[in-house]
């Protein structure tokens, strides 16, 4: 069916890297662009990385950037967060989602159900 | 940035209700304005995009409205599936932006 599915989540030290994957299968994985968005325990949504139907373009807020890389492989239908520098803010809930595209202005149609990143000493 | 800001940060309500939620930019988004509804422990899930059009399978008790910098999400007669937490978020331009939530509780 049509699904992503995080994983790599896990307690990584500060400072260390950690990546994330997510696999897409039940669509044309090369035909959306596609997002990552975390969630701190207790706390709201924050969007964290984009990236274009060929991986040619990346977005990212200041929060991240610098420190994290969003990839993908339309070969695999796996999109790829690089998360290096990690802090302790930078523990949440990291969710892909599927872009619904520019037509339909571009919400986020498509979830995950998430993977964990606990940044701890 | 842009910084979305959602009124009221949590209500209670009963089952039958109508009640309103409303979302505002710090600047025009045209109707670049999404909602979601997340329930506790799960992802969250797409309700209505484009300010105003109701994505699949969603029940038609939900609209949205606005454009510019002011919107609003309306649930008709609330059903007890309904309670959960809406975000709405902006889809004009990066970095894309969430508002805080708004916590919807059973009275």
């Known amino acids: 069916q049509v699904q992503l599915v995080e994983s790599g989540g896990g307690v990584v030290q500060p400072g260390r890297s950690l990546r994330l994957s997510c696999v897409a299968s039940?669509?044309?994985?090369?035909?959306?662009?596609m997002h990552w968005v975390r969630q701190a325990p207790g706390k709201g949504l924050e969007w964290v990385a984009l990236i274009s139907l060929d991986g040619g373009n990346k977005y990212y807020p200041d929060s991240v950037k610098g420190r994290f890389t969003i990839s993908r492989d339309n070969s695999k239908n796996t999109l790829y967060l690089q998360m290096n520098s990690l802090r302790a803010e930078d523990t949440a809930i990291y969710y892909c989602?599927?872009?619904?595209?520019?037509?339909?202005?571009?919400?986020?149609?498509?979830w995950g159900q998430g993977t964990m990143v606990t940044v701890s000493s | 940035d842009i910084q979305m800001t959602q009124s009221p940060s949590s209500l209670s309500a009963s089952v039958g209700d109508r009640l309103t939620i409303t979302c505002r930019a710090t600047q025009s988004i045209s109707t670049y304005l999404n909602w979601y509804q997340q329930k506790p422990g799960k992802a969250p899930k797409l309700l209505i995009y484009a300010a105003s059009t109701l994505q699949g399978g969603v029940p038609s008790r939900f609209s949205g409205s606005g454009s510019g910098t002011d919107f609003t999400l309306t649930i008709t007669s609330l059903q007890p599936e309904d309670f959960a937490t809406y975000y709405c978020?902006?889809?004009?331009?990066?970095?894309?932006?969430f508002g805080q939530g708004t916590k919807l509780e059973i009275k």
């Open positions: 039940g669509f044309t994985f090369s035909s959306h662009s």
């Open positions: 989602a599927r872009d619904l595209g520019f037509t339909y202005g571009r919400p986020f149609d498509l």
């Open positions: 978020q902006q889809s004009y331009s990066t970095p894309y932006t």
